[in-house]
């Protein structure tokens, strides 16, 4: 009897580990299930004064993930100024609240209530979960705009040393705010990674501007000197809180690495290099195990997810499953994945939704819709039976220049085919902008974008202000991509645009 009774409490605790295991087993990635979003939280409040923006009648929250992956929420407000999110955040982050508060941070499980008043667009009061962190956030934003205005002609150290000046000057600021204040454990961790990741980007993003504007590159040794920051860098990326910056920072700390150990792949020429090996580049960038995963994940999404790809995630998703183990990462790069599958497997869906044909279905039939500004839908129903390729610039955007040829060439390879190549100019209306378009000697719908138009591209498609831009339609005028990767000189381009033209 004894030993039953011990065979069968050995019996017991092993389910019961199995169990426990089975429960704290990490997301699936990549399987076409959805992760665990884990706890909802919940944001309420009131505007007051609304007839000071009286055409504001929405608002918005962004949560900031991978490049061009914003998840939207969108609430009406009542006409007594009510509002009401239910969201879930998955960690604790920062996100943006429009046209409330450009940052405030959530966590899991929260409950925030907030109001505005138009009439004082500077102050927000915030009641509930976390109120004094986001009053204390609020107001040290005020104060603290984050912007490092050195002339980019300086040289490399001379800027570094200039910016460091700075940074040592708000920090100084910070510890008086803080102590001012009396604030919390969670608001000092904010505010020194705020504060850091915007003095860590801009020594980042310098070398490439100054470059651009002076066309000197660093020296070996004036590298070895400048870039003795990232150590420090490495050192203050953790997974206490998801900054909204941090894509962006890890993204250019990824950029250095490669081009430390394969500068090549950064050269004109190689352009169209693969980038196959980069993730084992990644996994080992850093003694700092988070930020590896962290620009592991910056890698896939960047280069593949953004791309619309998932063939080579597919035939790596052992490694990457092993590699990125972060329950936020996974989860935020599986629901990215899954919206990719989910577009490419019917397109029409978000065609359909972003170019608004879907309005009378969405707000009704006695719905009047005007969309005088949707320049692109107006090209597509004046094109009809052919493909489009549509192509964001301006005649002072560097990059978007330097695809001209390749642009040219594109015309030449497809002038007999039914394809109309589309050209939308965000300077198409000055005087220099309409010189420098002339001289191209470019075939094709040349378009001067007014400021309403360019607005309208800008949130109607998520193309976060950048450019070169492309937007590719097929012959029924369904997108079937969208994206900085769709560049002219880029050989999958040309190849998506023939199987376009086969169908």
Not at 14 to 41: H, N, R, V
Not at 370 to 382: E, F, M, P, Q, R
Request: charged content about 25%.
């Amino acid at each position: 009897m004894k030993l039953k009774t011990i065979l069968l409490l050995f019996l017991i605790l092993l389910l019961s580990a199995c169990q426990q295991q089975k429960e704290t087993k990490t997301p699936p990635m990549f399987s076409g299930e959805q992760s665990d979003q884990g706890e909802k939280a919940i944001i309420t409040g009131k505007v007051f004064n609304r007839d000071v923006y009286p055409h504001v009648k929405w608002l918005e929250i962004k949560l900031l993930d991978f490049y061009g992956n914003e998840t939207k929420h969108s609430s009406p407000l009542t006409e007594d100024g009510m509002f009401r999110f239910e969201i879930y955040p998955i960690t604790v982050r920062e996100i943006s609240f429009v046209p409330v508060e450009d940052r405030i941070v959530i966590a899991p499980g929260d409950s925030l209530y907030i109001e505005k008043d138009f009439q004082n667009i500077s102050h927000t009061h915030f009641g509930g979960t976390n109120a004094e962190l986001n009053q204390h956030i609020n107001a040290f934003r005020n104060k603290y705009l984050g912007r490092y205005s050195q002339p980019f002609e300086l040289s490399f150290l001379e800027y570094k040393e200039r910016v460091k000046e700075q940074y040592d000057e708000t920090l100084q600021k910070l510890a008086v705010f803080q102590q001012e204040n009396n604030t919390s454990e969670t608001f000092n961790t904010w505010a020194e990674k705020q504060v850091s990741l915007d003095y860590y980007q801009t020594l980042f993003i310098y070398p490439y501007q100054h470059t651009i504007r002076t066309k000197k590159e660093l020296t070996k040794e004036e590298r070895e000197k400048y870039y003795d920051f990232v150590k420090e860098f490495e050192k203050g990326v953790d997974n206490s809180m998801m900054m909204a910056n941090y894509i962006e920072a890890v993204s250019l700390f990824s950029r250095y690495k490669v081009e430390e150990s394969n500068p090549e792949l950064f050269e004109k020429e190689n352009v169209n290099s693969s980038w196959n090996g980069v993730l084992e580049k990644m996994k080992s960038s850093s003694e700092n195990n988070y930020l590896s995963q962290l620009a592991s994940a910056v890698f896939v999404s960047n280069f593949y997810l953004s791309a619309h790809k998932t063939d080579w995630i597919d035939s790596n998703r052992t490694m990457i499953n092993e590699t990125i183990t972060d329950p936020f990462l996974r989860t935020t790069i599986n629901n990215k994945y899954n919206q990719v599958k989910a577009y490419n497997a019917n397109p029409r869906v978000y065609s359909d939704a972003v170019l608004g044909r879907n309005a009378i279905e969405i707000h009704g039939s006695g719905s009047l819709i005007t969309d005088s500004a949707n320049i692109v839908k107006h090209i597509l129903d004046s094109n009809p039976g052919k493909v489009v390729y549509v192509d964001i610039g301006a005649t002072w955007c560097g990059p978007c220049m330097e695809q001209m040829p390749y642009s040219k060439q594109l015309h030449e390879d497809f002038s007999d085919k039914p394809i109309t190549f589309v050209y939308l100019w965000l300077d198409g209306e000055t005087e220099r902008g309409k010189n420098i378009i002339a001289s191209l000697d470019l075939p094709g719908v040349h378009v001067a974008l007014t400021d309403k138009e360019w607005q309208d591209i800008v949130k109607r498609f998520n193309t976060g202000s950048s450019i070169p831009y492309y937007l590719l339609f097929d012959k029924n005028g369904v997108m079937v991509d969208f994206g900085n990767h769709l560049i002219p000189s880029h050989p999958d381009t040309k190849k998506t645009i023939e199987k376009l033209l086969e169908k």
